[in-house]
């Protein structure tokens, strides 16, 4: 069995092996995956693939925060979402063999790793885990790309922050009384375009949700009763409604 060949695939290496669905592969497979990765350092603003492009590697995300946009209106692209945490960027559009239907633009320096899409699909032919992983995670990416599209049909601008939050807090340590404290993992201009809103709308949805308990200092956030926020974002309570209209 060979040895990485570089630091920077032994760095990659111990990234991807808490990276689904990479960390589903037997150990052999694994080791022979980390021969073939390629990995880059790019800076902020840099395309990491373009709308319209057919992929042949499969990006994943190592480290930084990358937006996916789709077509500029305005001067102003559309953000799909924001992606900060480690994982596959182009999954759906490397396995289905299309064009992407958004582009990748790194919002800070990042580093990605590539590995060719005919190995990808070998893998998931060869191990049933890592397919599992591998297709179990696309699935949560379209339902959630459902459930965004409904948000932004169904909910004022409020409800959509509110529901934003929640969804942070899930991963974040309860705080006494039911509340909790977090930090946001991008920045309040990144939020307003992923949940469909300008940034000024976004401030008045923050200054609206302090009738919930939801205080902000900078990207550190308070939500005082957690279970009064689910509320108000089932329509169940429209209290902020005025102030984030």
């Excluded at 759906?92 to 190995?119: E, N």
Aim: hydrophobic letters at 50%; charged letters at 20%; a positive charge.
């Amino acid at each position: 069995m060979k040895k990485i060949r570089t630091r920077r695939q032994a760095e990659a290496a111990k990234a991807l092996s808490s990276i689904a669905p990479f960390d589903r592969l037997s150990l052999l497979r694994f080791c022979g995956v980390t021969e073939m990765i390629e990995v880059r350092s790019l800076p902020r603003g840099a395309v990491l693939f373009a709308r319209g492009s057919a992929p042949d590697q499969l990006l994943i995300l190592l480290s930084g925060t990358v937006s996916l946009e789709a077509a500029v209106r305005e001067g102003q692209p559309t953000v799909v979402e924001v992606m900060a945490q480690p994982g596959p960027l182009n999954a759906i559009a490397a396995l289905a063999g299309g064009p992407c239907p958004v582009q990748a633009v790194a919002t800070r320096p990042v580093r990605v790793a590539t590995l060719p899409v005919a190995v990808v699909r070998s893998l998931a032919m060869l191990e049933p885990a890592f397919a599992e992983a591998l297709f179990g995670m696309i699935a949560q990416q379209y339902r959630a790309a459902v459930e965004q599209i409904g948000d932004l049909k169904a909910m004022s601008a409020a409800e959509r922050l509110g529901s934003y939050l929640l969804q942070q807090a899930s991963a974040a340590e309860p705080a006494d009384g039911g509340g909790v404290r977090m930090r946001l993992p991008i920045a309040k201009n990144q939020i307003a375009q992923k949940i469909g809103m300008v940034p000024e709308s976004l401030s008045r949805a923050f200054v609206g949700l302090r009738r919930l308990g939801v205080t902000t200092a900078g990207r550190d956030v308070a939500i005082a009763d957690l279970a009064r926020l689910r509320a108000f974002c089932a329509n169940r309570n429209a209290e902020p409604a005025r102030a984030a209209s």
